[in-house]
């Protein structure tokens, strides 16, 4: 009986989380949230979720190995395709921040940067959601 009271007040409280959230932020976890099942039924196996410098600067989305390769993904989510495809919102700077966690979290998990990969995964939120996934979508923007 009290677990149920604990879930749904659980419930609440993240449905009050929700409408305090700008719409982007909303649509952005919720992206994050359908990348993640379409990668895990994949074959990914994901060890980390938006993975942060200590510093603060740069975050990654998700993080996980597929066969050998320790893949960095970047969620992208859109409400619609009217804007054309979201990955087109990763710019140089983007890939740059992307590149300097990465580099921090394969340094950390002992890592070779040849084992590396940037993955893109785009998510439209339609009905019902359009999930794709781009392998190897960048290379890197830098070498140090």
Do not use: Q
């Not at 700008?22 to 919720?30: E, F, M, Q, S």
């Not at 940037?118 to 290379?139: G, H, M, Q, T």
Request: glycine share 8%; hydrophobic share 40%.
């Amino acid at each position: 009986m009290i677990s149920t009271l604990y879930r749904l007040a659980d419930r609440l409280r993240h449905r009050a989380r929700l409408r305090t959230l700008p719409v982007g932020a909303v649509h952005g976890r919720l992206g994050e949230d359908l990348a993640h099942r379409f990668l895990r039924r994949s074959g990914f196996i994901v060890v980390a979720r938006n993975y942060r410098l200590p510093s603060g600067g740069g975050e990654i989305d998700l993080i996980g190995w597929d066969g050998e390769a320790l893949v960095f993904v970047e969620v992208k989510t859109r409400a619609g395709e009217e804007f054309g495809a979201p990955e087109a919102a990763i710019d140089d700077n983007k890939r740059i921040y992307l590149e300097r966690a990465a580099r921090d979290y394969a340094h950390r998990a002992g890592v070779e940067w040849e084992r590396v990969r940037f993955d893109v995964v785009n998510v439209i939120l339609s009905a019902p959601p359009k999930i794709e996934l781009r392998k190897d979508a960048f290379r890197r923007v830098r070498t140090l």
